[in-house]
């Protein structure tokens, strides 16, 4: 029996600390497949290294207790999930192991450019924090991310989209993936940020907005000043500002080191999401 294709396959990545079906990346991933026809591959996993620290010491008989229960705390994670999965009629399967041969951050990677799309949360607690695994896969996949805040209970929606543009290499990238992924994107609304860096183009404003209306959506650009606030604040501020269900932009446009020196609007971004963020580099 041939199994039927699937448009896209979408990765989600939690972890037993992380984990919530009902708000944040999983219930996201769930509306997005529901709405894209997309299957879902859900890595959920227990990492000993994120358990919380305890102030009292313990035995190794202690330690192996608690880790099992965590193993709990994640099994039912997986039934709830699957089972959620299979009443809104998504294709999903489930992974909780890790093969260790090409470490952990780069057997999640594998996995992720096998998907067009990761969802995933930006919590920083513990060694191997969500925040960690997201920036680099952001570096190492090729695939576009979709960042979530923690509490987010929104329905997934992208009828009206921010693009943060620049004309850099990065955000055409970004932009790109969101038009190839997002289902029912209606209105694109360019963001150039002023005072930030000088955007060269030999285009203007009324040319980009007709070359995006070609697509069958309306389009607009929105310069707005910094006012004050950093890159990555203005951003996210204007794209809610503006209504848009959904922010997308380029990932370290600079170097990485540079922006952990200098700062930048990924870093804010990953520091404080405000809203569902497609990021690509």
Known sequence: ????????????????????????????????????????????LNLD?????????????????ESDLREVRNATNVEVLLGRAAQSGIDAVAMT?????????????????????????????GMLSDRII???????????????????????????????????????????????????IEEIVLLTVGGEKAILSSIDHDAMVRMLERRGVSARVERRDLNGRSIGEAIQDDALDVGANLLVMGGYGHSRLREFILGGATLSVFANPQLPILMSH
């Open 97 to 125: 192991a890790i093969d260790h041969s090409r470490g952990m951050i780069g057997c999640v990677a594998d996995h992720a450019r096998l998907h067009d799309l990761v969802i995933i949360g930006t919590d920083s607690r």
């Open 49 to 65: 290294a994120n358990a919380p620290p305890s102030r009292e010491s313990r035995s190794l008989e202690q330690l192996r207790a």
């Open 134 to 184: 997201a920036e680099n896969l952001l570096f190492e996949i090729g695939r576009p991310l979709i960042v979530v805040p923690p509490n987010y209970l929104a329905e997934f929606a992208c009828h009206r989209i921010a693009a943060a543009w620049d004309n850099s290499r990065v955000a055409a990238r970004a932009l790109g993936d969101a038009l190839a992924l997002l289902p029912g």
């Open 1 to 44: 029996m041939t199994r039927e294709a699937l448009a896209k396959t979408v990765m989600l990545y939690a972890t037993v600390d992380t984990f919530d079906i009902e708000r944040g990346p999983a219930a996201f991933s769930m509306r997005f497949c529901e709405t894209a026809n997309a299957g879902l591959t859900a890595f959920l």
